[in-house]
């Protein structure tokens, strides 16, 4: 029996060893010479379209670079990925032409992005750069950077989402910026907070406007044109004329990015019409004339 056992087995290793030798099907039985070489090994890129956990840096490295879904929870969306020209040797300084030219770009994108102008939402954009030793290893990539903030007023803080902020302003939306209340001291407006425009309130987002090239203003005079600029998309945000009268309908608020900001190149003002005498408890998009009087005191 072990005899027959024994022959058994040998016919099958002679049967495995002649499949092993049959033909090959094309191939020539050399393992090794049909592997296309590897690529060698280029700077490092970030992907667009996925999230981070971890709050925004104004530089990211390679340890630091950690997407995941945006289903987990996370403070950073990713929107674009753009390059800066390959022969550049420093990376760009916050105030540099190459640097406002990058945020412009990342302007534009996370519009495109979420559906809408991003700043007519609690988002914040940011510009983010490779570290130190990935601009010297040649990586040339910006990331533009979307997160959700728990206000747009001063002091600002990210908070943690879940879900992707494509589309997100497209149509309603709770990040979507609406009706107002103030808070006033002085004779001006010190705090907007959002309620709904059913509920009463005295002022309402209105839109954004783009101010020019100019230094970030810190006299009267160069905040003029600021609500100069905001009057005129209120005007067309209500369905008003923007005249002489206008300034007799509504106060306007404004709301600019801060310095530090301002010199890496947003130039997006957030504008708010303001009724410092009366209260509403209806938007006033498109309400004309009649829903937005000129006051006789």
């Given amino acids: 029996m072990r005899r027959a056992m024994r022959s058994v087995a040998a016919a099958l290793v002679a049967a495995v060893l002649l499949v092993g030798c049959a033909g090959t099907g094309g191939l020539d039985g050399d393992l090794t010479d049909d592997w296309a070489a590897l690529a060698a090994p280029g700077p490092f890129t970030p992907e667009a379209g996925v999230c981070q956990v971890g709050d925004f840096t104004d530089t990211v490295s390679l340890t630091a670079y950690a997407p995941v879904d945006c289903a987990v929870a996370h403070r950073v969306e990713t929107v674009h990925v753009g390059v800066f020209p390959a022969g550049r040797a420093e990376p760009p300084v916050v105030g540099s032409p190459e640097l406002r030219g990058a945020f412009a770009e990342c302007d534009t994108k996370a519009t495109g992005y979420v559906g809408d102008e991003w700043r007519a939402g609690r988002l914040r954009l940011a510009v ?118 206008l300034r007799f309908r509504s106060g306007v608020v404004v709301r600019p990015p801060g310095a530090g900001r301002w010199r890496v190149g947003d130039r997006g003002v957030r504008c708010y019409l303001w009724l410092s005498d009366r209260t509403v408890t209806a938007s006033l998009k498109g309400a004309g004339p009649a829903g937005l009087p000129v006051r006789t005191r």
Avoid: I, M
């Avoid at 302003?169 to 001006?188: D, F, H, I, Y």
């Avoid at 002022?203 to 406007?209: D, I, R």
């Fill in 128 to 245: 983010a750069l490779p570290a130190a030793p990935g601009w010297a290893a040649g990586s040339r990539w910006f990331r533009c950077d979307l997160s959700e903030l728990d206000t747009v007023e001063a002091a600002a803080k990210v908070v943690a989402r879940t879900g992707s902020l494509r589309d997100a302003l497209k149509g309603p939306s709770p990040l979507r910026l609406g009706c107002q209340r103030t808070t006033e001291g002085a004779g001006r407006v010190r705090t907007l907070t959002p309620v709904e425009c059913g509920v009463t309130h005295d002022a309402e987002f209105v839109g954004v406007w783009a101010a020019p090239d100019r230094p970030y203003p810190t006299k009267d005079a160069e905040w003029a044109p600021l609500y100069a600029g905001c009057r005129t998309v209120l005007g067309r945000y209500v369905g008003v004329p923007d005249d002489a009268n």
